[in-house]
């Protein structure tokens, strides 16, 4: 932990010796930031939120109510995780068979937002800006800007940097209603347009 405190922690969270936590993070009632783990500047880490070692948080990643994030998942900046969302670390996990060393990483891409109860099965990375819709249960890879709901979790369409729903013209370009950002569907792949 840092030698000056310059981050706030409720007196109920539990912080191990061990940890990085940036400038301005906010850690809430009954949290647990565990040794190894390293989270960045301006957070939020809402109440009862675990971050297990090595867990790797960028800036200004908002962690809501009742989360876990498991060795193995790094989260870039910007991040939103929604209550109760779940990542999971092993594949076949046994109570009675110590699967430590099996750990699958999980990289959540800048920007991206994972809704309320979604579940994330380790291995599978989120890709920038996606946006995981509440309940889903995400079971391979999602690309970059994508928009995932259901169970399993299957693709319906493209979100914009402010999360709204893409809608492409017949030259393959949409523009997001919120910032007048413009956006190019090609090969199956969604990116910025730069101004």
Same mark, same amino acid.
């Given at each position: 932990?840092?030698?000056?405190?310059?981050?706030? !922690?409720? &007196?109920?969270?539990?912080?191990?010796?061990?940890? &990085?936590?940036? &400038?301005?993070?906010?850690?809430?009632?009954?949290?647990?930031?565990? !040794?190894?783990?390293?989270?960045?500047?301006?957070?939020?880490? +809402?109440?009862?939120?675990?971050?297990?070692?090595?867990?790797?948080?960028?800036?200004?990643?908002?962690?809501?109510?009742?989360? !876990?994030?498991? @060795?193995?998942? @790094?989260?870039?900046?910007?991040?939103?995780?929604?209550?109760?969302?779940?990542?999971?670390?092993?594949?076949?996990?046994?109570?009675?068979?110590?699967?430590?060393?099996?750990?699958?990483?999980?990289?959540?891409?800048?920007?991206?937002?994972? +809704?309320?109860?979604?579940?994330?099965?380790?291995?599978?990375?989120?890709?920038?800006?996606?946006?995981?819709?509440?309940?889903?249960?995400?079971?391979?890879?999602?690309?970059?800007?994508?928009?995932?709901?259901?169970?399993?979790?299957?693709?319906?369409?493209?979100?914009?940097?402010?999360?709204?729903?893409?809608?492409?013209?017949?030259?393959?370009?949409? @523009?997001?209603? &919120?910032?007048?950002?413009?956006?190019?569907?090609?090969?199956?792949?969604?990116?910025?347009?730069?101004?």
């Amino acid at each position: 932990m840092s030698t000056e405190k310059n981050f706030f !922690s409720h &007196e109920t969270a539990v912080i191990d010796a061990g940890c &990085e936590i940036g &400038e301005g993070t906010k850690i809430w009632h009954f949290s647990h930031i565990m !040794s190894g783990c390293i989270i960045g500047r301006g957070c939020n880490i +809402g109440q009862n939120v675990v971050v297990s070692p090595e867990v790797v948080l960028g800036n200004n990643v908002k962690v809501q109510n009742n989360v !876990s994030i498991y @060795t193995g998942v @790094t989260c870039e900046d910007d991040v939103f995780l929604g209550p109760s969302m779940v990542f999971t670390n092993v594949i076949n996990p046994r109570s009675a068979v110590n699967r430590r060393g099996e750990y699958a990483r999980t990289r959540v891409g800048k920007g991206a937002s994972i +809704g309320a109860n979604a579940t994330i099965v380790c291995g599978h990375d989120i890709g920038e800006y996606a946006f995981i819709g509440a309940g889903a249960v995400v079971t391979k890879t999602v690309p970059p800007y994508a928009l995932v709901v259901g169970n399993p979790a299957r693709q319906t369409g493209w979100m914009s940097r402010y999360g709204h729903k893409l809608e492409f013209n017949h030259e393959h370009i949409a @523009t997001c209603p &919120e910032s007048g950002e413009k956006y190019r569907l090609q090969n199956g792949k969604v990116s910025a347009v730069d101004a």
